[in-house]
């Protein structure tokens, strides 16, 4: 099992046209480098933030909200990959971040990194949903058009569904750009 991995996460454009919050496109050459180390202190820290626009190294990281959830509406907690997997050993990052925050996807780059860094290091084998459901939790109003993009390249429609039970869930269409 390997103890240490590094992982780059593209920028990405979303509220594309009238399709505000259901469309975004990876953007290819800006990106965010994120490494992460297993230790054996229990947590999650950031131990250095370097670049153009260094990410927060406090609980305010959407690192922090992928791993150990967020509070939901009414209150309820929506755990992260530590509680779902209990995971009890410990992830050190550092980032190193070029991309300007507000509007190039920053906060689904950087939870995206931190899912795809805990999947690898950890051996979770999580399906592509999975890993897409705790990356929602970096994004404010966990919107997907940032992640889902950010994870699966190109320009996707993206959007949380609601169906008969309380959670709802994501679909997503990877769009084929006409030749012309």
Same mark, same amino acid.
């Given at each position: 099992?390997?103890? %240490?991995?590094?992982?780059?996460? *593209?920028? /990405?454009?979303?509220?594309?046209?009238?399709?505000?919050?259901?469309?975004?496109?990876?953007?290819?050459?800006? *990106?965010?480098?994120?490494?992460?180390?297993?230790?054996?202190?229990?947590?999650? /820290?950031?131990?250095?933030? =370097?670049?153009? *626009?260094? !990410?927060?190294?406090? #609980? /305010?990281?959407?690192?922090? #909200?992928? +791993?150990?959830? $967020?509070?939901?509406?009414?209150?309820?907690?929506?755990?992260?990959?530590?509680? =779902?997997?209990?995971?009890? =050993?410990?992830? !050190?990052? /550092?980032?190193?971040? =070029?991309?300007?925050?507000?509007?190039?996807?920053?906060?689904? +780059?950087?939870? &995206? +990194?931190? &899912?795809?860094? $805990?999947?690898?290091? *950890? %051996?979770?084998?999580?399906?592509?949903?999975?890993?897409?459901?705790?990356?929602?939790?970096?994004?404010?109003? %966990?919107?997907?058009?940032?992640? &889902?993009?950010?994870?699966?390249?190109?320009?996707?429609?993206?959007?949380?569904?609601?169906?008969?039970?309380?959670?709802?869930?994501? &679909?997503?269409?990877?769009? $084929?750009?006409?030749?012309?």
């Amino acid at each position: 099992m390997p103890d %240490q991995a590094t992982i780059q996460t *593209y920028a /990405t454009s979303a509220n594309l046209g009238p399709l505000f919050d259901r469309a975004g496109a990876k953007l290819d050459g800006l *990106y965010m480098t994120t490494s992460g180390q297993l230790t054996t202190a229990p947590g999650l /820290t950031i131990v250095k933030s =370097d670049g153009l *626009y260094p !990410a927060p190294t406090d #609980k /305010t990281n959407v690192a922090y #909200k992928v +791993a150990f959830g $967020i509070d939901g509406p009414d209150s309820k907690h929506i755990n992260g990959i530590f509680d =779902d997997y209990q995971i009890k =050993d410990g992830l !050190a990052l /550092t980032i190193l971040n =070029d991309m300007k925050p507000g509007g190039l996807g920053t906060s689904g +780059a950087g939870s &995206v +990194a931190v &899912v795809e860094l $805990i999947n690898k290091l *950890y %051996q979770l084998n999580m399906t592509p949903e999975q890993k897409m459901k705790y990356a929602l939790l970096g994004e404010p109003n %966990q919107h997907p058009d940032n992640v &889902v993009p950010c994870m699966v390249g190109g320009i996707v429609l993206a959007a949380k569904v609601k169906d008969s039970g309380e959670k709802g869930h994501l &679909v997503y269409s990877k769009l $084929i750009p006409s030749p012309n």
